[in-house]
Every structure is written in C-alpha cells, then in structure tokens.
Nanobody
C-alpha cells in the first residue's frame, strides 16, 4: 500500500513563498510519476504540476508556470512544490498524487494524500 502525506501548507501573504512536501511510503517511489493538484472552495480539483519518475520531465499548469517548481528526491521518497510569488487565487487545498509513469502527462493518479491547506491573503 502506498501512503502519501503532505505538509507545508499555511497562511501566507500575497507575494510570499511556501514549499510543500509530500512524503511517500513504499519501496517503489522512484517508479511513480508524482503530481500536485489543488482544489479551491466550490471548484473542481485542478492540475498544478507533475514530474516523471526520474525527475527529468516536469509539467505545469499555465497559471503557475514560472512561479512554481516541482522537484523530487528519490532517495528520500519525497516530492516538493516550491511556490513563489503567491497570489490570493492560489488559495486551495493542495493534494499530492502518485501514479504510473504516464500519469505525469495524463493525470491518471492511483494514490492520493489527504491534502494541505494553502491560504494566500491579499
């Protein structure tokens, strides 16, 4: 069983930065594509960023491109989301997800974390 635990969400002022972390249990972390998705109140869950199993390929939503960076440390079974220049519209619950390699560009994730709240005040 694969378990994902997010951390790092908090209240931050607009223009600030946060780094989210997602720790993944299991010995096959390096075989999974990892993604970050977010859900704002009253809205559907949206793709934010994803990374291939090796970390060589990354994908971003247009709304975060140039501001957010996804990375992973396969030795630590952890994926990160560095978020800079945060805006109030980035406020959401951020979810970490894991799936087969193709999930990096198809979002076909199989495992999900519980989410971490990010609130950006204006």
């Amino acid at each position: 069983q694969v378990q994902l635990v997010e951390s790092g969400g908090e209240l931050v002022q607009a223009g600030g930065s946060l780094r989210l972390s997602c720790s993944v249990s299991g010995r096959t972390f390096s075989s999974y594509a990892m993604g970050w998705l977010r859900q704002a109140p009253g809205k559907e869950r949206d793709f934010v960023a994803s990374i291939s199993p090796s970390g060589t390929s990354t994908y971003y939503a247009n709304s975060v491109k140039g501001r957010f960076t996804i990375s992973r440390d396969n030795a630590k079974n952890t994926v990160y989301l560095q978020m800079n220049s945060l805006k109030p519209e980035d406020t959401a619950v951020y979810y970490c997800a894991a799936g087969p390699a193709r999930a990096a560009y198809t979002s076909e994730y199989e495992y999900w974390g519980q989410g971490t709240q990010v609130t950006v005040s204006s």
